[in-house]
Structure formats: C-alpha cells, structure tokens
C-alpha cells in the first residue's frame, strides 16, 4: 500500500515530461500523501489527552476508598463484639439469666439501622465498581497502544539517517 503511495505522489511540476525521462521525486510530498490517511486517526487519538484530567481528578477521589476500609474495619469489629449478645438471646443459658427487654430492643433496633445503613452504601459504591469494571475493560481495549507507541518509535529511528 505504501509502495504506491510513493508511485503516486507528485513529482515536480518544473521537469520535462518525455516520454523516457520521469519527473524528480519529492520526498515532502511522497509522506504527505501517506501519512494523510493517518491524519483523521491522529485527531482522534489526541482526543485522550482531554480525558486525562477527569481522570486524574477520579484518581484523587479513590483515596476515600482508604477512609472507607477503616470503617468496614471498625464496623466488623462491632459486629464481633455484639455477635455473642445476639446469639445468647435464643440459648438455653437466657431463661435463667433475662436481659431486660429495653436492652433487647435496642440491640435490636441499633442491628437494624446499621443493617440499613451499610445496604445504603453498598449500594452508593456500585457506580465506584461499576467503573472499576469499565476500567478494567478499557485497559485491554488500550493494550495495543503502548505496543504500536512502541513500534512506531522503533520505525521512526529506523528512518533516522543522521
């Protein structure tokens, strides 16, 4: 393909068109007419510099991700620490030591709200993991990327004659 763009590219309008003698090549013009067709493609690839920011700005919101590890972390540790309270309600050991009823309820009511409480962000953070997702398949779609960055710089100092 490239073998005739070359052919193609215009030659210099200042030589003698005979019937043995060709016009002198122009190299300018023999990339031009190469690189033309990548052109749209390199436009478009620029287009990801523009993503890099918002980007950038997501990467700084994962931090909290931190902050909300050590809470799962406390929260676990609570639910250790009232597991055995819960538990002892429907033993044998309970009729002959009784909580009173308030402290039951309110065991029951405080298991209640933090059950809705972590639903409510579990839920909150399934944009975060869908994201995560997308992420993921992103990074296999832009594999080729640094192999053909790769690539093409190896072509281009293969085109240095200096």
Known sequence: MVGRELEAAPRGAD???GEHCKPPFQPDRAVSAVFEQVKPLQEQVAKIA????????LSELASLFES????EVKVRDLAQVLEPMHTSQNQPVR?????????????????LAFGES??????????????????????TAFGPAK?????FSALAQSFDRS
């Open 95 to 111: 009729q002959q030591f009784t909580r009173p009823r308030p402290l039951d309820e309110q065991l029951d009511q405080l298991s």
């Open 68 to 71: 909300l590890r050590e809470l």
């Open 118 to 139: 972590l639903s409510q962000l579990a839920t909150a953070l399934e944009p975060a993991s869908m994201l995560q997702r997308r992420f993921a398949d992103l990074a």
């Open 15 to 17: 030589s003698p068109m």
């Open 147 to 151: 192999t053909l960055r790769q690539e």
């Open 50 to 57: 523009y993503i890099l920011e918002p980007m950038r700005r």
